[in-house]
T-cell receptor
Framework: SQQGEEDPQALSIQEGENATMNCSYK?????LQWYRQNSGRGLVHLIL?????REKHSGRLRVTLDTSKKSSSLLITASRAADTASYFC??????????????FGSGTQLTVLP | ETGVTQSPTHLIKTRGQQVTLRCSSQ?????VSWYQQALGQGPQFIFQ???????GRGNFPPRFSGLQFPNYSSELNVNALELDDSALYLC??????????????FGPGTRLTVL
């Protein structure tokens, strides 16, 4: 079963615009991570935010985490056509213990139009 | 430093057959996790191996089994294949220590089609 849900399921924007994706999850977590996947290939790790952090930046990426609402958002600024991909949030539930297994949401398909 | 590799890239099997998928972990990583990703869905955790022992398992039946070898490479075996087993199978390696211990590095996946 999926731990979380991304919103929206699909997003289409023009190059240069900002893209915001949201993620909600269900259980208490150690951390939340965002991954990117191009055309059904392997996933690429983008950014990790720990449960005691509220905001984190990496290049054009900004992630926020609200543990009281069990939600996170990923903002991609100044989007490029190369950002076109599926984006997934993944949580590491506290219950996973040493396994630190990732529980993924269903993803947001981002299309950036040139 | 070599990344995570998986073989084969694509595979077609018929219902009832058995399949073995292989994964070579990234250099220095001692933990391997396997995920199943159905079309249009997020990956689902199958199980994880750490130092050749199963270290956590998701909601998958016993016909999904695995191995990890002393060099930390891994196999995923699926017996009695069903149509619903058609999916992208992803392997991810990680380290149990160090600055990147929370990060899993994914391979390109094996696309399994069951007819």
């Amino acid at each position: 079963s999926q731990q979380g849900e991304e919103d929206p399921q699909a997003l289409s924007i023009q190059e240069g615009e900002n893209a915001t994706m949201n993620c909600s999850y269900k259980t208490s977590i150690n951390n939340l991570q965002w991954y990117r996947q191009n055309s059904g290939r392997g996933l690429v790790h983008l950014i990790l935010i720990r449960s005691n952090e509220r905001e984190k930046h990496s290049g054009r990426l900004r992630v926020t985490l609200d543990t009281s609402k069990k939600s996170s958002s990923l903002l991609i600024t100044a989007s490029r056509a190369a950002d076109t991909a599926s984006y997934f949030c993944a949580t590491v539930p506290i219950s996973s213990g040493s396994a630190r297994q990732l529980t993924f949401g269903s993803g947001t398909q981002l299309t950036v139009l040139p | 430093e070599t990344g995570v590799t998986q073989s084969p890239t694509h595979l077609i099997k018929t219902r009832g057959q058995q399949v073995t998928l292989r994964c070579s972990s990234q250099s220095g990583h001692n933990t391997v996790s396997w995920y199943q990703q159905a079309l249009g869905q997020g990956p689902q955790f199958i199980f994880q191996y750490y130092r050749e022992e199963e270290n956590g398992r998701g909601n998958f039946p016993p016909r999904f089994s695995g191995l990890q070898f002393p060099n930390y490479s891994s196999e995923l075996n699926v017996n009695a294949l069903e149509l619903d087993d058609s999916a992208l199978y992803l392997c991810a390696s990680s380290s149990s220590s160090g600055s990147t211990k929370n990060e899993q590095f994914f391979g390109p996946g094996t696309r399994l089609t069951v007819l």
